[in-house]
């Protein structure tokens, strides 16, 4: 993929157009997810095996206790770890082998966060991604993640 396409998977939720032929199960859209997750999201930054991006913390993400909830950071690892192993122009960011998440401090309701995805290796059939989440006020690491995924193999034929 190229930068510019990456840049719009990102900020359109996933690439998500509005279809209305598009599958649903149960009245949700196939690909609902990524949309929910990254919907305000901003690229700022976009260059090969580095993308920053940024979002204020919004109600639908937060947890119990009214911060960034755990799982809407793994998901964001995910995506954004995924956005940037497709700045080397593979045609597949593979699938998950092992994620890791390390949390160190909470992200508030309208809290502008910065989301630094980098490649640390994109081999053959390995990808190895870092993703930090700063609060974009103060610099503090809100959270930090390492993504390891398969890529497939590309025929030579």
Known sequence: MDLETVRKYLERG????????????????SRFFESF????????????????CSMKVPPRL??????????????LVD?????????YGVSSSGVSV?????????????EEIE????????????AVVTVEFRKKSTGKIV???RHTK????????
């Open 143 to 145: 959270a930090q993640g």
């Open 62 to 75: 937060l947890n119990a206790g009214n911060f960034l909830h755990g799982g809407a950071t793994a998901s």
């Open 14 to 29: 996933g690439g998500i157009e509005e279809d209305n032929n598009a599958p649903t199960i149960h009245g949700i859209p």
């Open 150 to 157: 398969y890529l497939p193999v590309q025929s030579n034929m």
């Open 37 to 52: 997750i990254m919907q305000g999201l901003s690229v700022d930054l976009i260059e090969q095996g580095r993308v920053i």
């Open 98 to 110: 092992e994620i890791n998440i390390s949390y160190l401090d909470a992200a508030y309701v309208d």
């Open 79 to 87: 995506l954004v770890g995924s956005a940037v192993i497709y700045t």
């Open 115 to 126: 989301i630094e995805a980098r490649a640390l290796r994109v081999g053959k059939t390995v």
